[in-house]
């Protein structure tokens, strides 16, 4: 009989080791998890992932009856995001995960109403995390609530969807493997039914990829916003790149703690321009984003513009701080 690995839901083979699901054949009976996922489990590393496309994801998911519950983090929000959980037909609910790494000074409330009007969301949104188990009952219970048999989370890569599911098996003693969770991208690599009697349906999913901006930090930290004022002409450095402000601006910026920051006048060569109007934040895919007070003619450098997006601030005018 056909056997799948618990925590990726690939099927588990022994006759390729440089395809997904492998596992050495003395191994076979004794285990549930492929050669991939016990590495990562235990080592936190894995060779390449294969990839499924976004509209495969869509496709499979717009074919199916049942709830859908698209996961993202604060800092992952931006249009490319939003497009994706629009293309989602049917019932669903937006969940933004990992809260614990949000500064305490930030309005949830607030920042849900922002969300929904600047982003025309018309569905509930939900703030969770599961590390501090936070919210994770108020979750399920809103969910069996629904009175669907399934119930499929979805959502970008990282977003928290295994790690969510691992939760829900623990606190309602579903007989269960745990799924394998990661830093890695696509750890997940099929769709995976939990059955069970306890609640409803819960299928996890392959995440959705987004180009991003390789944030080389191993630990994400507590998002502290740090404000700088920027002085006409004044460069930022961030990380790797630089953002010169022709005009003279307040600016915060939402990132992990340890991103590297350096505020200067300095001469280098800019690519790409970009004009952006009063108060926004420009989103940068996988690192977060700036809120920049005053109308600006921006001149960047070392940064793909094709990660960038600008939205309405989230924070409106008092930064959304109690
Ligand atoms: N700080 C924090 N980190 C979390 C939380 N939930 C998950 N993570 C971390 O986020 C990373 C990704 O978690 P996964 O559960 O593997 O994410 P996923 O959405 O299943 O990812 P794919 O399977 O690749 O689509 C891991 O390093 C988790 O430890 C949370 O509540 N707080
Ligand atoms: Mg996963």
């Given at each position: ?174 007989k269960r493997d745990n799924l394998t969770v990661s830093n890695k ?138």
């Open positions: 009989m056909d056997k799948y690995c618990s925590g990726c839901g690939k099927l588990l083979q022994y006759d390729n080791k440089d395809i997904e699901g492998y596992i050495p054949f003395n191994k076979y009976d004794d285990t549930n998890y492929c050669m991939r996922c016990f590495k990562l489990i235990h080592y936190g590393s894995s060779y390449n992932n294969k990839e499924y496309d976004n509209e495969y994801i869509l496709n499979y998911i717009n074919n199916k009856f049942g709830f859908k519950v698209f996961l993202t983090d604060l800092l992952n929000i931006n249009n490319y995001v939003i497009d994706l959980y629009k293309k989602i037909n049917g019932n669903k609910l937006l969940v933004i995960t990992k809260v614990d790494l949000l500064d305490k000074t930030l309005n949830k409330n607030k920042i849900k109403i922002k969300l929904k009007n600047i982003y025309n969301i018309n569905e509930d949104i939900i703030f969770i995390s599961t590390n501090k188990e936070y919210n994770i009952h108020y979750l399920v219970n809103y969910l069996k609530n629904k009175k669907e048999n399934n119930i499929y989370f979805l959502g970008t890569t990282n977003s928290g969807k295994s790690s969510l599911i691992n939760k829900i098996i623990e606190l309602y003693d579903i991208k696509n750890t997940t690599l099929e769709f995976i039914n939990i059955n069970n009697k306890e609640l409803f349906n819960i299928i996890d999913s392959p995440g959705f990829i987004i180009k991003d901006y390789n944030l080389n930090i191993k630990y994400k930290n507590i998002i502290k916003p740090i404000t700088f004022n920027m002085k006409k002409d004044e460069v930022i450095n961030i990380d790797k790149f630089y953002i010169k402000f022709k005009e003279q601006s307040s600016i915060t910026i939402y990132t992990y703690e340890n991103s590297y920051i350096k505020k200067y006048y300095k001469d280098i060569e800019f690519k790409d321009s970009l004009e952006v109007s009063n108060n926004i934040d420009l989103c940068i895919n996988g690192f977060g984003f700036i809120n920049i007070k005053s109308k600006n003619n921006l001149l960047i450098s070392n940064l793909d513009i094709n990660l960038i997006s600008t939205r309405k601030s989230i924070f409106g005018d008092n930064d959304g701080q109690n």
